[in-house]
Each structure stands twice: as C-alpha cells, then as structure tokens.
C-alpha cells in the first residue's frame, strides 16, 4: 500500500527555518518523484517544488532562495527546509507522489504556523 | 510559468443536476490536465489525469475534456457526497501549478 506522512513542528518563529519530513511505503523514491504542494487556510494550492526520482530537483521560482529539498533513500524519506519563514508561510504542507505527472497519492499533510 | 484560471469561484447547484468547472491555461498545455476534489478537512484527491482519463475507483458522472488552452470539468448527475473545492492542474511544464479552485455546493 502506498502510504506518505508528513511530519515536522507546528510552531515556526518568524524567520527561522522550517523543517519537514516526507516518510513514504509502499514505492521506492528512485521510482517515483515527490513533490512538496502547500495551502494557506482557506486558499488554494501552491506548488513548492520535486524531488525527481533521478535525485535533481525543481523548486517554484517564488520561494527558490529559500528552498531546498533532499531526500535520503534507504530510509523512504524526502526532506524540505525553508528559511526565513514568515506569517504567509502558515499552511498546511503536504508531500505527494507523482504519478504519470499526476498527484496520485497524498500525505495527510502537516499544519505548520508562523508565529511567536 | 503557465497561468491555470478557473472559473467560476463558486457553486451551488442542486442534486441531479449538471456541473461545468472551466480552466484556461496561458500556455498551450496539449491534454496535460489534471483534476482533484478536496473536501474539507482533507487532502486533494485525484479524479481525473493528462488525456482525460479517469482514475481507478472514480465513478464514471465525472468526465473532463478539452486540449490545448481550455479544459472543462464535469459532474453528471452530481451527488451530495460530490460537495467539496474541485482544482484543475497543469503538469505540461514546471512550475505545475494549480486553478484557484471551485467550491461546490450542494442545496
């Protein structure tokens, strides 16, 4: 069964960096890309940026000096960190497989708030 | 960067009825359009793929159709358990991005 989870802190302060994990089931990362999509409460989605399976990776231009993503394939898990966080940056951040260049499966996503 | 504007914001439409979501995008996108329902509380799920193709499981009232610039979304006979935001997607070129998404309500 394909699973992803999302798992990382709630609570951001202003400016500090953001930290989350991907775990995955159920594929393999070098088989299936995974991107980071995000959603302000009560806004629409935001894509952030693949992890390509080839192990490259793309980032929305928007937040490209503030992104990285990474992943570790022998523990099935795709990291993000984004620095220099603030309010705009609360959402929930969910990771998802690609899947024929569709988002076939979704993590539950995880709430993250910008706040002191 | 391709633009994706959907349209209209909202819906509210009675048991039964028909459905049309619209999506334009700013770049000619050939047939590589998706569509996700999302209903509240969760994450989006995926209805429909490039071309058209309705996913596994997904039952056949939801439809789509279009090529190039303008895409559309259908419900048939739309249920209650249909109500939810409905987003377009376009995965021709990076950044994908995302229609602002259509609320559905249902009377």
């Known amino acids: 069964e394909v699973q992803l989870k999302e798992s990382g802190p709630g609570l951001v302060q202003p400016s500090q960096t953001l930290s989350l994990t991907c775990t995955v089931s159920?594929?393999?990362?070098?088989?299936?890309?995974v991107h980071w999509v995000r959603q302000p409460p009560g806004k629409g989605l935001e894509w952030m940026g693949v992890?390509?399976?080839?192990?490259?990776?793309a980032y929305n231009s928007a937040l490209k000096s503030r992104l990285s993503i990474s992943r570790d394939t022998s523990k099935s898990q795709v990291f993000l960190k984004m620095n220099s966080l603030q309010t705009e940056d609360t959402a929930i951040y969910y990771c998802t497989r690609d899947g024929e260049r569709a988002f076939d499966y979704w993590g539950q996503g995880v709430m993250v708030t910008v706040s002191s | 960067e391709t633009t994706v504007t959907q349209s209209p914001a909202s819906l509210s439409m009675a048991v039964g009825e028909k459905v049309s979501i619209s999506c334009k995008t700013s770049?000619?996108?050939?047939?590589?359009m998706n569509w996700y329902q999302q209903k509240s509380g969760e994450a989006p799920k995926l209805l429909i793929s490039?071309?058209?193709t309705l996913r596994p499981g997904v039952p056949s009232r939801f439809s789509s159709s279009g090529y190039g610039t303008d895409f559309v979304f259908t419900i048939n006979n739309v249920l209650l358990g249909d109500e939810g935001i409905y987003y377009c997607?376009?995965?021709?070129?990076?950044?994908?991005?995302f229609g602002g998404g259509t609320k559905l309500e249902l009377k």
């Open positions: 992890m390509w399976s080839g192990g490259s990776t």
């Open positions: 159920g594929f393999s990362l070098t088989d299936y890309s």
């Open positions: 770049t000619d996108i050939d047939d590589d």
């Open positions: 997607q376009q995965s021709d070129n990076v950044p994908w991005t």
């Open positions: 490039e071309g058209n």
